[in-house]
C-alpha cells in the first residue's frame, strides 16, 4: 500500500467513529472492505467548498454530500456571520429543491445555523432558487442558503450560499467564508443541536409577495389580454418549476397552459429523463411530442430548481426547433429594450449585463438602443455583483448567460426561471401581435444586427485523473496558444487568470479589470471568439466557440448558417478538442 492510499484509509477510519451515524460507517467499511475504487474516490479529497459552496455526490466520505460536510459548511457559514456582525440579530433564509435528501440537507443546515443563535426562515417546502434570493432581501437576511445540484445527474446535490443581497457570494465574503470552512478540521467542531426557537418556517404568504413583484415587470398586459389564449407546453423536469411558473403564467393572464403531467412530480430520480437538464433536448422531448399533439404554440422547460429555462418555437415548416441561451437571451433583450423605448422608460443610464462567453449579439442589440452592456465573468453572481454596484445610480433592465439564465428587473438578484416563463410568454404573445413567432423574431434580429452562431463543447473528465487532465489541457492552451483559427489571425488572448489581455501584433499586455478567474478567450480578426474554461461546479471544460456573419435576407438563412457551421467545426478540430 503506498503513502496516499494509506493516508486515505486513515482518513476513512476516522468515518468509523461514534459520532458518525450507523449507516454511514456501514457504507464506509463497505468501501474499506471491498470497493476500493469507491473508497478512493470518497476520500482522496475534502469536498472542496468552492467560491459558490458546494457540489458533488451524495454519499458517505470526506469528498461526498451528506449530513456531515454540510454540517461542517454550515458552522463555517455561522462562524464567519458571527465574527462580522456584531450588535443585531443574524437572519439566514433557506430553500431547497426536489432532489433526494435536499430537504434533509436543508433542515441539517437550519439545525446548525439556529444552534449557533442564528434566525433562520425556512421554506415549508421545496421552493425555487430564485425564490430563495428574493426572500433573503424580504427578510433583510445577511445570507442564505439554498440545497441544489440544478441540472446535474441524480446522484448529485449541492450548497449554495447568498449574501444580504440577495446574489451569491463573491470577493471578499466568498475566499472569507471558505477560509472560515477550512478550518473546520473536525466533526467535534460542529454544534448540530437544533434550537426550534430560532426556526422559523415561511412558504405561500412570501410566494405571493414574489408573484406580485414579478408580475410588475410586464411590460405588454392589453397584448396578453388580446392573445391570452396562446398554447404554452409547460415541463418543470420533476422541479420546483411546477410550484410557481403555471401560476405567474396565469395571474400575467394566460389561459391556455399544458402542462407535462408525469414531469409535473417532483421526484429527485428524474424518471422520465436521462438528464434534467433543459439545455438538452432529450430533457424537453415528452413536452415537444405533447405540444406537437396539441397544437401548442410554445414549450417551456425549467431546471429541477427553476433557475433556468430552455424553449422550443414553431419554425416556418411548423416544426418545434429549440433555442439555445445565447437566442434566448437576445430574443428577450430585444423585446424588452423595444418596450422599454416605446414606453419612454429610457433616459440614458440603464443597462444590461452579460457574461464574457455569452454571445456578443447582446453587445450589438444594447448598442442600437444606446444603454450600456457590462461584460462579466462567467456566474449569475457577477451579474448580481454588477446590479449592486450601480444601484441608486443606473437602472437595470435585464441581464443573461448563455447557460439559460435570465433576469429582468432587480427585485431577484440571481437567474430566475420563473420570470423568465412570464416574460417569454409575454414576448410570444407580442410577436404574435406582429404576425410572427419567436422563430420569425430571431431571424428579424439577425438581420438588423448580424447572423451570431455558437456552439459549446462540454468535455466530462471524472475523479482524481479526470482534474489532473483538465488542467494539463489548460496549461497547454495557455503556453501553447493558437496563432490563427479557420484562417483568421488571433489578434487578442485574453487571460482571466493572470488578468492580462495579451495584443498579439504589438506584444503589448493589458490589464483585464475583473476579477481572477480559470479562463482563456482568444479572439481573432474577423471577430470569432473561443472561450476555454473548467467547469467550477462540475468535472468539466468546456469551449465556447462564436461567430458571425452578415445575413442579407431570410432565404439566406440556410446558407449563412450551414457556413458558420462549417466554420466552427474548422475550429473545434483545429484546437484537438476531443
Not at 471524472?462 to 489571425?489: C, F, R, W
Not at 474577423?526 to 473548467?534: E, L, M, N, Y
Request: net charge negative; charged share 25%.
Amino acid at each position: 500500500m503506498n503513502k496516499e492510499d494509506k493516508q486515505i484509509l486513515e482518513k476513512a477510519r476516522i468515518w468509523l467513529g461514534d459520532k458518525y451515524d450507523e449507516e454511514t460507517r456501514r457504507q464506509v467499511q463497505c468501501m474499506i472492505d471491498g470497493d476500493r475504487q469507491e473508497l478512493v474516490e470518497s476520500f482522496y479529497r475534502t469536498l472542496e467548498f468552492g467560491t459558490g459552496g458546494l457540489r458533488g455526490i451524495m454519499g458517505a466520505g470526506s469528498n461526498r454530500i451528506n449530513r456531515y460536510t454540510v454540517g461542517m459548511a454550515t458552522q463555517g457559514l455561522a462562524n464567519y456571520l458571527k465574527k462580522i456582525i456584531r450588535n443585531e440579530e443574524i437572519k439566514v433564509a433557506i430553500a431547497y429543491d426536489c432532489r433526494n435528501n435536499s430537504n434533509f440537507f436543508a433542515k441539517t443546515a437550519a439545525s446548525v445555523l439556529s444552534a449557533n443563535g442564528i434566525k433562520v426562515y425556512l421554506f415549508d417546502s421545496l421552493r425555487p432558487t430564485p425564490e430563495l434570493s428574493f426572500a433573503v432581501r424580504h427578510f433583510s437576511c445577511h445570507s442564505g442558503i439554498v440545497i441544489t445540484a440544478s441540472h446535474n445527474p441524480k446522484e448529485y446535490n449541492g450548497y449554495k450560499v447568498y449574501w444580504s443581497d440577495g446574489g451569491q457570494i463573491v470577493a471578499p465574503h466568498d475566499k472569507n467564508i471558505i477560509d472560515e470552512v477550512n478550518k473546520i478540521v473536525s466533526i467535534d467542531e460542529v454544534d448540530f443541536c437544533e434550537n426550534p426557537d430560532k426556526i422559523i418556517i415561511t412558504g405561500a404568504e412570501l410566494d405571493g409577495i414574489y408573484i406580485d413583484s414579478l408580475c410588475s415587470l410586464s411590460l405588454s398586459p392589453e397584448i396578453i389580454s388580446k392573445y391570452n389564449d396562446i398554447k404554452i407546453v409547460y415541463t418543470p423536469l420533476h422541479g420546483t418549476g411546477v410550484k410557481l411558473v403555471p401560476q405567474i403564467l396565469r395571474r400575467l393572464g394566460f389561459t391556455n397552459i399544458i402542462n407535462v403531467a408525469e414531469q409535473d412530480i417532483n421526484d429527485g430520480n428524474f424518471p422520465t429523463l436521462a438528464s434534467p437538464n433543459p439545455e438538452e433536448p432529450s430533457a424537453l422531448k415528452m413536452a415537444t411530442d405533447k405540444a406537437a399533439a396539441e397544437n401548442a404554440d410554445l414549450i417551456m422547460a425549467t431546471d429541477p430548481d427553476a433557475d433556468r429555462v430552455g424553449v422550443a418555437v414553431r419554425n416556418k415548416n411548423n416544426e418545434f426547433v429549440l433555442l439555445n441561451g445565447n437566442q434566448t437571451a437576445a430574443i428577450l433583450i430585444y423585446y424588452l429594450l423595444t418596450k422599454w423605448k416605446e414606453k419612454g422608460l429610457l433616459h440614458g443610464n440603464e443597462y444590461i449585463v452579460k457574461t464574457i462567453v455569452t454571445s456578443n449579439l447582446l453587445n450589438e442589440i444594447a448598442r442600437k438602443f444606446n444603454v450600456e452592456c457590462y461584460d462579466v465573468l462567467t456566474g449569475f453572481k457577477y451579474i448580481a455583483e454588477k446590479i449592486r454596484e450601480n444601484e441608486g445610480n443606473k437602472k437595470f433592465i435585464a441581464g443573461g448567460e448563455e447557460s439559460y439564465g435570465f433576469l429582468a428587473g432587480e427585485f431577484v438578484r440571481d437567474k430566475d426561471a420563473v420570470m423568465s416563463c412570464g416574460i417569454i410568454a409575454e414576448t410570444a404573445a407580442w410577436a404574435k401581435d406582429k404576425g410572427k413567432t419567436l422563430a420569425d423574431l430571431l431571424l428579424d434580429i439577425y438581420l438588423e444586427f448580424g447572423f451570431f452562431k455558437e456552439k459549446l463543447i462540454s468535455l466530462t473528465k471524472k475523479g482524481k485523473t479526470g482534474v489532473e487532465e483538465i488542467q494539463a489541457m489548460m496549461h497547454n492552451y495557455e503556453e501553447n496558444p493558437p496563432h490563427t483559427l479557420a484562417g483568421s489571425e488571433i489578434i487578442y488572448v485574453h487571460n482571466y487568470q493572470s488578468s492580462q489581455t495579451l495584443a498579439v501584433k504589438s506584444g503589448l499586455h493589458l490589464k483585464i479589470n475583473q476579477p481572477k478567474s480559470n479562463v482563456l478567450q482568444f479572439v481573432t480578426a474577423d471577430g470569432t471568439v473561443v472561450s476555454i474554461r473548467p467547469s467550477g461546479t462540475e468535472p468539466k471544460i468546456k469551449f465556447y466557440v462564436s461567430a458571425h456573419e452578415r445575413l442579407n435576407s431570410i432565404n439566406d438563412y440556410s446558407k449563412v448558417s450551414s457556413e458558420l457551421d462549417i466554420k466552427i467545426q474548422k475550429i473545434i478540430d483545429e484546437l484537438k478538442v476531443n
